[in-house]
């Protein structure tokens, strides 16, 4: 091949690489404002939603993904591998204009567009609008302001449950009394079944970049997540390990198999399982699950390059004398009646000093141990930090599931506060940096992306994203505070996890400070939340985390003088 072919194979090859970093950035779901309390969605809103819940298979409604029919009906290459850019625009469009059609006349004229454009037979688009119909009608009054004059006034509100309303329709109307889970019916067959997919994905990405799988992660499990999925971060944990799920006479999960080696075709790995404060609340039993798990897994006869949790084990009790129970200590909490790290905290109020102290600051919180000993006796909330310290130490990939488009990295300091603080954790004491991970368990197809890769996507989706922005500059004041706690949480990142890159503080400065008309109405709107992210951006040169421009930087610090002084005269 002549060097110029080379180039020109190569420069196809970049100009693909780019296309689909922005089809990804277009194609993110983002919320375009906050929710107003009793509002129903805006039609733009409502647009996107519904072009959500049709790119999945909805079983419940016997419902395909609108997509595939159209891919069926047009006799379009089916493997995605080989699909071509322009077929996939050609699928995307038609989606999208059917559920215009869809919102502007109605079912049927959406039905035959379909049918026109796409070839769809009628009777197959029928379950998916059918679902659609009820969708929207659903979304367009909501309960939620009578429900909470009735809730004041003590009386019974009706109950729903609780999820993602992509993942689970039926979350709909709001305003109902949402109910949490039966815990003993985590993880639900569905959600075991779909992770297997999403623990394997993670593991080759691992080992592509590292050349060998991963022998100890340490995972966060949250609560609110796990209602939302039926336990998709725990059925993740438990492919990791090579177990699965046993139902007792009355369903319930209350044990667990080893999946063969031969069945599993890879070595079991060792998971370090932080949980929250409102996991180990509600779901009790699956934390004995968990922690059963690992014991089992520990306890089997297999080889130590097959059975990581068993190698490490036997090596602590040879190296340090110690009992089987305490070699395999591996579900850690907040101590009872706790919640949270404080990282998050001391983050936002610049109240540290060396990052490390982040991380020992996570331990200290959650270094409790959760679980039953060999003895059969309970466990529940045994400071462990010698055991968390030890099982940090081999850690070599940090992980957590994400499950809805609505909240991600940036919007709250809940996720660097957990999986930022134990990726610091692990680097102070396994001394090497561990590679930081998260799913989109939102996309069709599973996507493992480093922090690193998460950080920019969010970066340019939503805080340095027009739509967004100006989306949260519509409710004034909050806007601003939501805009600069986007700004923080990002910077967070930096703090607990150096994952943000200098141009996206570079942009920040751009879009929100070095813009003159851009900072006349943040301070107009909210001279406090200006105030406080042109001190996160400099504080954010100072701690290194930023290389800025001098004449940039001195900027920054006149317009934070000149703010301070409006705050002045405002007080
Ligand atoms: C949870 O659902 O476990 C959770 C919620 C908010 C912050 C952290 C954890
Ligand atoms: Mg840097």
């Known amino acids: 091949m002549s060097e110029s072919q080379l180039n020109s194979v190569e420069r196809d090859k970049r100009v693909l690489d780019l296309y689909e970093q922005l089809a990804e950035i277009e194609q993110r779901l983002i919320p375009t404002g906050l929710h107003v309390f009793g509002r129903p969605s805006q039609s733009a809103e409502k647009a996107d939603l519904l072009r959500m819940i049709v790119s999945f298979d909805r079983t419940e409604s016997n419902a395909r993904a609108l997509a595939d029919l159209i891919v069926e009906s047009l006799n379009l290459d089916q493997n995605e591998g080989n699909r071509s850019i322009l077929v996939d625009e050609r699928i995307d469009s038609l989606v999208k204009q059917s559920i215009g059609e869809f919102i502007n006349s ?20 029928q379950p998916i609008f059918n679902l659609l119909q009820d969708v929207s009608e659903q979304l367009k009054t909501n309960a939620e302001l009578d429900s909470l004059i009735r809730a004041l006034r003590g009386e019974f509100i009706e109950p729903g449950p609780g999820a993602d309303i992509v993942q689970n329709p039926s ?10 889970i039966n815990p003993y019916s985590v993880p639900s067959v569905a959600s075991f079944s779909r992770s297997r997919v999403v623990a394997e994905s993670l593991l080759e990405r691992f080992k592509q970049e590292r050349g060998a799988y991963p022998e ?22 438990l492919w990791l390990l090579g177990v699965r799920p046993l139902r007792d006479a009355l369903n319930r999960v209350t044990q667990v198999e080893p999946i063969s080696l031969e069945e599993l075709g890879r070595p ?55 009992e089987m129970d305490d ?44 679980g039953r000993d060999s003895r059969g006796q309970a466990i529940e909330g045994r400071e462990a930090r ?34 930022g603080a134990v990726s610091k954790a692990v680097e102070k004491r396994a001394q090497t940096r561990p590679a930081i991970y998260l799913s989109d368990s939102l996309s069709r197809e599973v996507k493992i992306r480093s922090l690193e890769e998460t950080v920019t996507l969010e970066s340019r989706a939503k805080t340095l994203n027009p739509k967004w922005y100006e989306g949260m500059l519509k409710h004034g004041f909050r806007g601003v505070a939501e805009i600069e706690n986007h700004v923080s949480n990002t910077f967070g990142w930096s703090a607990t996890a150096d994952a943000v890159g200098d141009w996206i503080y570079t942009e920040v400065a751009k879009t929100f400070v070095l813009d003159d008309a851009m900072l ?52």
């Open 327 to 370: 070699a395999c200590t591996r579900v850690f909490s907040n101590a009872p009646g706790n919640y949270g790290t404080n990282v998050n905290f001391m983050v936002m109020d610049s109240q540290w000093d060396r990052e490390e102290s982040l991380g020992d600051l996570f331990v200290t919180r959650k270094c409790f141990a959760y």
């Open 106 to 125: 109605g079912l049927a004229e959406a039905q035959s567009f379909l049918q026109r454009e796409a070839n769809v037979p009628l009777h197959q688009s």
């Open 520 to 571: 006349e109405r943040l301070r107009g709107l909210n001279p406090h939340s200006a105030h406080s992210l042109v001190r996160r951006l400099l504080e954010a040169n100072g701690r290194g985390y930023w290389d800025a421009d001098p004449s940039a930087l001195e900027k920054l610090r006149d317009i934070s003088r000149s703010l301070e002084d409006q705050l002045e005269g405002v007080a």
């Open 216 to 237: 100890s992660m340490a995972l966060v499990l949250w609560g609110l997540d796990n209602i939302k999925t039926q336990g998709d971060g725990v059925a993740q944990a």
């Open 386 to 419: 010698k055991a968390m310290d030890r099982a940090l130490a081999r850690v070599e990939a940090t992980y957590q599931n994400i499950d809805t488009f609505e909240i991600g990295l940036t919007d709250v300091d809940h996720y660097f506060e957990y999986l």
């Open 171 to 180: 979350v709909l109307p709001t305003g109902r009394n949402t109910h949490a």
């Open 268 to 322: 079991r790995i060792d998971v370090v399982m932080t949980v929250s404060g409102i996991f180990r609340d509600l779901f009790s039993p699956t934390v004995q699950l968990l922690d059963r798990a690992v014991r089992l897994v520990a306890r089997l006869d297999e080889p130590h390059d097959l059975n990581y949790v068993r190698k490490h084990a036997v090596e602590q009790i040879e190296s340090e004398r110690c």
